[in-house]
């Protein structure tokens, strides 16, 4: 999506397509009683996370990536990423 033949298309539809993940998101259990800053905080930290492992799943060193690992690491590391934001948000 971002090379040089692609990156035309994001540049197009990016904000089309957070808009309408985002608004799809408007009764999503695990986000019940944050805020819309906290919210926010947390789709910007998965939406880094899953960019940075969707680079590397893309250029992989040698017998490194398989599916499954793809799949769990990016299910573990969302789930990770919303449990420690919302710890973090309970202690302001």
Known sequence: ??????IIYFKKYGDLIWNTLTSSLDD???F???TEEEILKVQVTRWLFAHGLAFQANNP???TWDAQIIISTIQEGSDAILEGLKLKFSKK
């Open 28 to 30: 999503y259990p695990p």
């Open 61 to 63: 060193p040698p017998d």
């Open 32 to 34: 019940k009683g944050l």
């Open 1 to 6: 999506m971002n090379d040089e033949n692609h």
